[in-house]
Structure formats: C-alpha cells, structure tokens
C-alpha cells in the first residue's frame, strides 16, 4: 500500500513565526503591516508558502545591497 504525504496549502502566522525564528508578536505585527501577505479565513489569518518565500527574499536582497 502506498502512503501519499499531503503537503500544507497554507500556514499560520504560529507555524510561519516558528519557520522564520521570529516570536509570534513580531510575526503578527509584519501580518498585520502587510510586509507579510496573508488572507482572513474566517477569524484566521493564512499565509501561502510563496508568501513567506517573497518575504526572505525581499529581506535578503535588501540586506545583500547594505553589505556591498
């Protein structure tokens, strides 16, 4: 019998906070400025993992031009 693995479509802010070393607070507050995109489902806030991809990269090349 074969086990298929079903892959997260989305996280939340707890889940990201946890993937980007960041405390809960800190991750809300880039949600709620929108440095982080997400969607409102229901009372909660979901994030795509292309979301947090864009966010690492938008810091990273920023960081990258500050050290040239």
């Not at 809960?24 to 229901?42: A, D, N």
């Not at 009372?43 to 040239?68: C, K, M, Q, S």
């Amino acid at each position: 019998m074969t086990t298929t693995v079903i892959q997260p479509k989305w996280h939340t802010t707890a889940e990201v906070a946890v993937m980007l070393s960041f405390g809960l607070s800190k991750t809300k507050m880039l949600v709620l400025t929108g440095e982080i995109r997400s969607v409102k489902v229901g009372r909660n806030r979901r994030i795509l993992p292309a979301w947090v991809d864009e966010y690492v990269e938008r810091v990273t090349v920023g960081a990258e031009g500050r050290a040239a």
